[in-house]
């Protein structure tokens, strides 16, 4: 059974960095694509970042280049999202997600929350 | 960016009705279309992929179409559980977009 388990997710003061892990297992992890996806609170879904198997970033929103990079450690089956100057509008419910087909979603994990306030 | 626009944004329907939602591509997306299913407090799941391929586990009331830019995600025989927000992903370039949802009430 595919499990993604995040972590890292706290309440910060804007301007501060943040790490987030994700913990996969029941899938070869490194054969394949992983993304982040965030969700604000009562908000829709937003499409943060992909890593490929060998560590390739296969792109970023525009709302975070620059400022999150997404990294992955295939000996220890997890990735990270590392976040900088954060803000307010980075407030949000942090998922992981496993690459399927054609670049959808196949599995998710229940997600971590990140709170940005002063 | 490519923009995706689901329509409608709320939808009332009762047990047992046949519903349908769209979605819109700004431009083309070949097939690199995904539905995903988010009951309220849990994380999505996806119930279609390449616009018409229903995932493993996915009920068969649920199905979808592609026509161009327009996609159509249909429910049949409406059930309890189906009640939650439907979103539109393409994954035909970077960055993907989702589009904004269709929240399915009662």
């Known amino acids: 059974e595919v499990q993604l388990v995040e972590s890292g997710g706290d309440k910060v003061q804007p301007g501060t960095s943040l790490r987030l892990s994700c913990a996969a297992s029941g899938f070869t992890f490194d054969d394949y694509v992983m993304h982040w996806v965030r969700q604000a609170p009562g908000k829709g879904l937003e499409w943060l970042s992909a890593i490929s198997w060998r560590s390739e970033i296969l792109g970023s929103a525009d709302s975070v280049k620059g400022r999150f990079i997404i990294s992955r450690d295939n000996a220890k089956n997890s990735l990270y999202l590392y976040m900088d100057s954060l803000t307010t509008d980075d407030t949000a419910l942090y998922y992981c997600?496993?690459?399927?087909?054609?670049?959808?979603?196949?599995?998710w994990g229940q997600g971590t929350l990140v709170t940005v306030s002063s | 960016d490519i923009q995706m626009t689901q329509s409608p944004s709320s939808l009332s329907a009762s047990i047992g009705d046949r519903v349908t939602m769209t979605c819109r591509a700004s431009?083309?997306?070949?097939?690199?279309l995904n539905w995903y299913q988010q009951r309220p407090g849990e994380a999505p799941s996806l119930l279609i992929y390449?616009?018409?391929t229903l995932q493993s586990g996915v009920p068969s009331r649920f199905s979808a179409s592609a026509s161009g830019t327009d996609f159509t995600l249909t429910i049949n025989s409406l059930q309890p559980e189906d009640f939650a927000t439907y979103y539109c992903?393409?994954?035909?370039?970077?960055?993907?977009?989702f589009g904004q949802g269709t929240k399915l009430e009662i």
């Open positions: 431009q083309s997306i070949n097939t690199y």
């Open positions: 992903q393409q994954s035909y370039t970077r960055p993907s977009t």
């Open positions: 997600a496993k690459g399927g087909y054609g670049g959808a979603l196949d599995h």
């Open positions: 390449a616009a018409t």
